[in-house]
Nanobody, 118 residues
Framework: QVQLVESGGGLVQPGGSLSLSCTAS????????RGWFRQGPGKEREFVAT????????SYAPFVKGRFTISRDNAKNTVYLQMNSLKPEDTAVYYC???????????WGQGTQVTVSS
């Protein structure tokens, strides 16, 4: 089991940028795949991006590709989500997640609010 804590959310104007962080504690010796999900107002939780333990071949949802970048620093047990060219429809609670490769997403953070508004 691993505990996840997100930070970096806030209010930003359309076209602006934000960077989210998620630090893991607990069983951090395991090689977890890490990911970001989001849940907008009145919507279901949806996949945003994922990155393997090695950091290779990150994967993105079509609606963020080219605007968001996922990265990780295993020495710090931290995964990042750099969000550029933000749109009002990116407004959501963003959740960090972790799982052993090939398993289901079983470890979740508490979420951080991102609001894109003028």
């Amino acid at each position: 089991q691993v505990q996840l804590v997100e930070s970096g959310g806030g209010l930003v104007q359309p076209g602006g940028s934000l960077s989210l962080s998620c630090t893991a504690s607990g069983r951090t010796s395991s090689r977890y795949t890490r990911g970001w999900f989001r849940q907008g107002p009145g919507k279901e939780r949806e996949f945003v991006a994922t990155i393997s333990w090695s950091g290779g071949a990150p994967s993105y949802a079509p609606f963020v590709k080219g605007r968001f970048t996922i990265s990780r620093d295993n020495a710090k047990n931290t995964v990042y989500l750099q969000m550029n060219s933000l749109k009002p429809e990116d407004t959501a609670v963003y959740y960090c997640a972790a799982k052993p490769a090939g398993n289901n997403w079983g470890n979740w953070g508490q979420g951080t609010q991102v609001t894109v508004s003028s």
